[in-house]
C-alpha cells in the first residue's frame, strides 16, 4: 500500500513515526512518502536551514533530542559560541553544532546547484528510514508575517525570537506564485492509495504545502482518499502556538474549525475524512451537513503504540470512506 503523508515538523514526525510503526507491524507491504513544508526554511549565518525537514529527518532516524523536543541528541553549541562573538548569528536563534553539520551539507550541495529535493535524498540516505521525504517545491517560499503598522518579518524571526507574541494579521509565502510543486511530490500523490493530512499546524506548516499551485489540484486529481488528522484536541494545541496562527486568519482554535477550513471534497475542499479527539465528538455531527466525514479517536501520541494506533485508525476511515464512494 502507498501512503503519502502531507504536513511538515514535530507533529508531523511523530504521525509518520505512527505510519511506519503501523506498517511495520501489519507486516504487509508499505511504501511511505512524505510531502514536507519547505516555507519554515531559512537563511542565517550563510546556511539554508530546513526546521521542518530536519524534525522529520532526525526523528525517524532516531537521533533527535526527545527531551528538548527538537534538534539533534548529545548536542553541543560551541559552534554557535563563536558565530555569537563573531555577531553572525541571532542570538535567539540555537544552532547546535551537529545540526550545523547538516545545514553547511546542504549549503554545499545547494551551490553546487543540486536541487532541494535532490539535496532531501541524499540527507536521507544516511539512515534506513522506511520513509521517503519530499520537498513541497524545490523553490524558496519563505514564509514571512504580516504585523500591523510594521514591515513583514521572516517566519522564523516572529516564531522564535518574539514567541509568536506580535500581533500578525497574516502569512505569506514570498515568490509563491512562481512555485510548482516538485516532481517527486507529484508522484507521490499520483500513486498514492490514501493521503493523508499528518496534525501539523494548519496555516504555517500545512497551509503552504497546498498553497504551493498546482498542489491542490493534484491532490483532488488523485484517486486516494484525503483524510486529515486534527492537531487541535479540546480547543487547544498539544504543543506549539498554532492557535496564534489560527487566529491571525480569524479562525477558531477548534477541530471543528479546522475540518472545515480544509473542508470537505464535496464541496470543493480537500477532505474525504477528518479525525477528531473523543473529546471532540460533538464536532462529528456538526460537520456532517458540512459533507465531511469525521469520527472520533484518541488522537495524542504519546508513544509507539498510540501513534500506531492513531495512524492505523486513520487509514481505517480511509478504506471506509474510499468503501462509501465506491457504493455511490
Ligand atoms: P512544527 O513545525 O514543529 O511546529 O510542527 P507541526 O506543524 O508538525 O506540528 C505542530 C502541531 O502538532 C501542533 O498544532 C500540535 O498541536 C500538533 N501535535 C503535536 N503532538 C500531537 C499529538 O500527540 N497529537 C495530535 N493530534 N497533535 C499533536
Ligand atoms: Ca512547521
Not at 531559512?42 to 532516531?62: C, E, M, N, T
Not at 505569506?172 to 506564485?177: F, K
Not at 480511509?318 to 465506491?326: Q, S, T, Y
Request: aromatic content about 6%; hydrophobic content about 50%; proline content about 4%.
Amino acid at each position: 500500500m502507498n501512503i503519502t503523508v502531507i504536513g511538515g515538523g514535530v507533529g508531523c514526525a511523530r504521525f509518520v513515526k505512527g505510519v511506519r510503526e503501523h506498517a511495520q507491524r501489519s507486516g504487509r507491504d508499505h511504501r511511505i512518502d512524505v510531502v514536507v513544508n519547505t516555507a519554515d526554511d531559512w537563511w542565517v549565518s550563510g546556511l539554508r536551514i530546513a526546521p521542518d525537514h530536519d524534525s522529520l529527518l532526525y526523528a525517524l532516524a532516531g537521533v533527535n533530542d526527545t527531551v528538548r523536543g527538537w534538534g539533534r541528541d548529545d548536542e553541543s553549541e560551541r559552534v554557535a559560541a563563536e558565530l555569537q562573538v563573531w555577531g553572525t548569528a541571532p542570538e535567539w536563534f540555537t544552532l547546535g553544532d551537529l545540526d550545523l553539520g547538516t545545514h553547511i551539507a546542504r549549503t554545499a550541495w545547494l551551490r553546487e546547484g543540486l536541487s532541494v529535493s535532490e539535496v532531501y535524498r541524499r540527507l536521507g540516505a544516511r539512515w534506513d528510514l522506511g520513509v521517503t521525504l519530499h520537498p513541497a517545491t524545490d523553490a524558496e517560499i519563505d514564509t514571512h508575517v504580516l504585523i500591523e503598522g510594521a514591515e513583514p518579518i521572516h517566519f522564523q524571526e516572529w516564531w522564535v525570537r518574539h514567541r509568536a507574541h506580535l500581533p500578525a494579521t497574516g502569512f505569506a509565502q514570498r515568490d509563491i506564485a512562481d512555485a510548482a510543486p516538485a516532481p517527486g511530490a507529484l508522484e507521490a500523490i499520483a500513486r498514492a492509495d490514501v493521503v493523508l493530512i499528518a496534525p501539523s499546524n494548519p496555516v504555517v506548516s500545512v497551509g503552504p504545502v497546498l498553497a504551493v499551485p498546482g498542489m491542490r489540484d493534484a491532490l483532488l486529481a488523485a484517486s486516494a482518499p484525503v483524510v486529515g488528522v486534527s492537531g487541535i484536541i479540546s480547543g487547544a494545541v498539544v504543543r506549539g502556538m498554532a492557535d496564534v496562527c489560527l487566529a491571525a486568519i480569524g479562525l477558531e482554535t477548534s477541530a471543528e474549525a479546522v475540518g472545515r477550513h480544509y473542508g470537505a471534497r464535496a464541496t470543493g475542499g480537500l477532505l474525504d475524512g477528518w479525525l477528531v479527539d473523543t473529546s471532540d465528538a460533538h464536532a462529528v455531527d456538526a460537520l456532517a451537513p458540512a459533507g465531511l466525514t469525521a469520527r472520533a479517536v484518541p488522537l495524542w501520541m504519546r508513544d509507539a503504540d498510540s501513534s500506531a494506533r492513531l495512524a492505523a485508525d486513520a487509514l481505517a476511515l480511509a478504506a471506509d470512506v474510499a468503501l462509501a464512494a465506491d457504493a455511490h
